[in-house]
């Protein structure tokens, strides 16, 4: 089939280069000229396992190709929205002006019988809106709402191989003819076994927001079983795999640690109690407000430790941050715990050194007064503190006596509950972790 992806952010591109391995001709569009410079390229315009290649495989394929110019989307069938719904600034709510961009400026190259395919992350009710414009601005164009679960540094694998499909159609005859198409573009080998729900547009784009405040929901709830733990003396991660064994409860997404970040969980929670309190229903989700201050906790508590630890004042003390990304295999930094509690650190005194394997160059951007280093070794340098946030494996896998030796004072925060406590004791560390004893 012939695919356009409107969006080549972290779904788009992940999209456009999955879209052409499964044997589509596939454009990607993008305002960002360096973005689509970059892909058309094939330089991976991020860090995600299997991009780089999937990209160079459908650029030589040739049945991959990328433009700033939307007329390119003209001719193609299928037409999916993959840009961002970022959080308006001084507000929860969604900002929709990419989303509402993305339509005007598509909707001239649409022709009748065309599907538009809507995979951003939206508020309820933003697909019933844009699907009446569609009517008014391109006659004959059938819009399907399709929420995206994928999850950064397994972006490819998510799109490839899907938990499920979630379609969401109109309530008249174009549904059917719409829900082929999607099902062509995901036919065989994806669609093997993969279940496939063909819902209402407000069941589709709650799904995803659903989905993300029950996982950010399950951190918050192990986090604040952490809280109790270091008041009582109990241990969380002892806790988190008992209840775990319960399969209602399930042990994954109860890793308890320094919270969520990223550039999906903190801001849907938010948009989704804003589009909560529009409608009405605010009541029904002020236990996100709970979610939301949890996981913020998290980050001062760090702080917090990082400062008893140093022995009650940070002033003069070298602090080493092992990791910036949100969440390792990624070097996305939006909303990264770990950046946040390094530059509250660093406000309270410390020097802070952060060092990270793919995020540095996207935390210098945000962050451009923290000191970075790239080797591990040089950063860990006359620390007086290391803590660490993102639990890369190089960082799981220190040895203790080895990074003894480089640091001035041997205290360990491990924000991620990741280290072997009675290995690091043993080599004469400070150990102390998240709701650990
Ligand atoms: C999330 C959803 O998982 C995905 O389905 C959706 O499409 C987009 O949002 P992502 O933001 O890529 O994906 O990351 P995820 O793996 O969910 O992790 C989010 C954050 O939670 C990270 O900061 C991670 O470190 C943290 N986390 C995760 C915990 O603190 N504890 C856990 O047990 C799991």
Known sequence: MRISVIGCGYLGAVHAVSMAKLGHDVVGIDVDTARIGDLAAGRAPFFEPRLPDLLAEGLTSGRLEFSTEMARAAGADVHFVCVGTPQRKGEYAADLRYVDAAFAGLAPYLVSGNVVVGKSTVPVGTAARLADQLTDDAPGAVLVWNPEFLREGHAVQDTLSPDRFVYGVPDNAAAAAAVAALDEVYAAPLSTGTPRMVVDYATAELVKTAANSFLATKISFINAMAEVCEASGADVTALADAIGMDERIGRSFLNAGVGFGGGCLPKDIRAFMAR??????????????????????????????????????????????????????????????????????????????????????????????????LVTENALLGAHAVVLLTEWKEYRSLDPEATGALVADRNIIDGRNVLDPAAWRAAGWNYRSMGRP
């Not at 309190?277 to 989700?285: F, P, V, Y």
């Not at 939301?292 to 760090?302: F, G, L, Q, T, Y």
């Not at 430790?305 to 941050?321: A, D, F, N």
């Not at 909303?335 to 210098?364: C, F, H, R």
């Open 276 to 373: 909560a309190g529009e409608l009405g229903a605010d009541q029904a989700l002020t236990f996100l407000r709970e979610v939301d201050a949890i996981n913020m906790r998290r980050r001062s508590k760090v702080v917090e430790m990082t400062r008893e630890i140093c022995g009650g004042s940070l002033l003069g003390k070298r602090v080493t941050i092992l990791g910036a990304a949100f969440k390792p295999e990624s070097d996305d930094v939006r909303d990264s715990p770990a950046l946040s509690a390094a530059a509250q650190l660093q406000l309270q005194g410390a020097t802070v050194t952060v060092t990270d394997p793919e995020a540095l160059q996207n935390a210098k951007g945000r962050f451009p007064e923290l000191n970075y280093e």
